[in-house]
């Protein structure tokens, strides 16, 4: 998911409803066993120098939706590490230069998996801008994303190639229809995503990131992730870790945990944050669903099931479900400065059946083409599949993930997954089930990533947990940083909302402190919630 809270809509290109808007949060796609260190990969190793010998050329962006002051570049890379011969791609990156005296580059990524770090650093680059004293700030569309070499699996809303309905979602209580659809589904991102497929996933665009490094001159990757940015930054620092400089991780992800107790983590979390919503929801008149903070609850969950039996019409070309709903409430409670946004959306589709402010949430309004594939050169972002965001989600997670439930397993298991992914949230669970499906029946994922990135010997990291974070918990960074070894440092945010730079002064400051003078908060210390006063103090709890 996209991890820094917008006032603006959240820019997801979703293919419609259905069984693909039902999958995107944290679902996998096909892809190959990627490639892992040098060391693990075998004794002879490709030769890549041409790809780092290569020297990054900023020009004029061309887009004419990205800000005047951002420049615009490409680096190549190979498509497939272990056969670099074989065929390239070509990344996207945007910067702004750095005002004050420079250091070299630092590098963001804004989560996902699948969001594009160009069109993000963009919209958003003023909340960075205090980098840029010592930095080029520097974000980038990773391969299958955004202008590079975009993924995507669908023809259009409402009807896939294959003629299947996409906006009548697989219904988990009967398994085989289930795995009928999950095939066709496939097929078809496999038919609409090209060569890049099979080479999508966290430990190839961790290799990417040190090609971009070199590229840009930096003897060291200064690093910034969020959310999903910060496994791929973890990756890194596993396969890298002599060449990492300083590199900060908010709102960390897992490492470990399987696909499935990832998403009755991610429900059980964002349940919590609708509960608070509604709390603050029922002390304002205005609010949708009334000031009896018990039956605004049920109202929620009537609303969501009465949109899934009967969808509404909607401006983007399709009907509007319950589950794109779910969708759009999930990204509106990233972080409160969203809530009074997010009510008033609420209040036009209750009161007047608007989709529009809900949808905007869900989509960011975008009607874009679908793919069709690409040969490793940029596309224009007018041609960016209308779909990227959910179909590079679903590839790059399922390229991760080793896991791969058999037929039987999977007929088996359905009915208890689903009745734990709905006890962890009735609004959210059924939302969330499918990212422990989707991967059946293709290639499993690596497990480079579960097995080897640990006891990392890099520099020092700082790792920045937020108590209140509604889709990476607490306790992934606590683990993470255990599993990381003495090499991460951990900072204790005791706000609230997904990630702490944006929202949380403290975090801010600790963060952009190391970023730019290498001064790392102690080990354990805390930030308070804005608002709480006080200062960063050290603290065990």
Not at 211 to 222: E, F, H, P, T, Y
Request: aromatic share 6%.
């Amino acid at each position: 998911m996209p991890a820094v809270p917008r006032t603006r809509p959240v820019l997801r290109r979703c293919a419609g409803a259905g069984a693909v808007a039902l999958a995107l949060l944290g679902s996998g796609l096909p892809a190959t066993e990627v490639a892992t260190t040098a060391a693990a990969a075998g004794d002879r190793q490709p030769d890549l120098t041409r790809f780092y010998r290569q020297k990054v050329r900023w020009t004029a962006c061309k887009d004419g939706e990205l800000p005047k002051d951002m420049q615009c570049a490409k680096v190549t890379v190979p498509l497939d590490y272990a056969r670099p011969a074989k065929g390239t791609l070509d990344l996207a990156l945007s910067r702004y230069r750095a005002t004050g005296k420079s250091q070299g580059s630092v590098l963001l990524n804004f989560g996902g998996p699948g969001g594009s770090g160009v069109s993000q650093l963009g919209q958003d680059g003023k909340e960075f801008m205090s980098l840029t004293n010592g930095y080029d700030v520097v974000g980038f569309d990773p391969r299958g994303v955004g202008r590079s070499s975009p993924v995507s699996c669908g023809d259009g809303p409402g009807q896939s190639s294959d003629g299947a309905d996409a906006d009548e979602p697989p219904d988990a209580a009967h398994p085989q229809a289930l795995m009928k659809a999950l095939k066709q589904l496939t097929v078809r991102c496999t038919r609409n995503s090209g060569p890049v497929l099979p080479h999508i996933g966290t430990v190839n665009a961790a290799r990417d990131l040190d090609v971009i490094r070199q590229a840009l001159g930096d003897r060291k990757l200064n690093y910034l992730g969020f959310s999903y940015g910060t496994k791929l930054g973890a990756v890194y620092a596993a396969q890298f870790p002599h060449n990492v400089g300083r590199m900060a991780l908010d709102g960390v992800d897992t490492l470990t945990e399987s696909l499935a107790e990832q998403g009755v983590a991610g429900a059980r979390g964002q349940q919590t944050a609708l509960d608070d919503f509604l709390d603050w929801c029922a002390t304002d008149l205005g609010c949708p669903f009334g000031q009896d903070r018990r039956k605004a609850g049920e109202a929620v969950l009537k609303l969501v099931r009465s949109l899934d039996e009967d969808p509404v019409p909607s401006d983007f070309g399709g009907p509007f479900t319950g589950q794109d709903l779910v969708d759009a409430i999930g990204q509106g409670l990233y972080g409160k400065e969203l809530w009074t946004k997010l009510e008033r959306a609420l209040s036009s589709l209750v009161d007047d059946g608007d989709t529009r402010g809900v949808q905007n949430f869900a989509s960011g309004g975008a009607a874009l083409p679908v793919g069709r594939g690409h040969n490793g050169g940029l596309v224009n972002s007018s041609d960016i599949p209308v779909d990227n965001l959910s179909a590079a989600l679903m590839a790059i997670n399922c390229a991760d993930d080793p896991d791969r439930p058999s037929a039987r397993q999977l007929t088996a298991d359905v009915a208890r997954l689903r009745k734990a992914y709905e006890q962890a949230s009735p609004v959210f669970g059924r939302f969330r089930l499918t990212q422990v499906l989707l991967c059946y029946g293709r290639p499993r994922g690596t497990d480079f990533i579960r097995d080897e990135v640990k006891d990392v010997s890099s520099a020092r990291m700082l790792l920045v947990g937020t108590r209140g974070d509604p889709a990476t918990p607490y306790s992934w960074t606590v683990k993470t940083a255990k599993r990381l070894g003495p090499s991460a440092v951990v900072l204790d945010n005791r706000g609230d909302g997904h990630t702490g730079y944006t929202s949380s002064r403290c975090v801010r400051a600790k963060v952009d402190d190391f970023l730019l003078y290498g001064t790392l908060p102690a080990d354990g210390s805390s930030c308070p919630a804005d608002g709480d006063g006080g200062a960063v103090t050290d603290s065990s709890g």
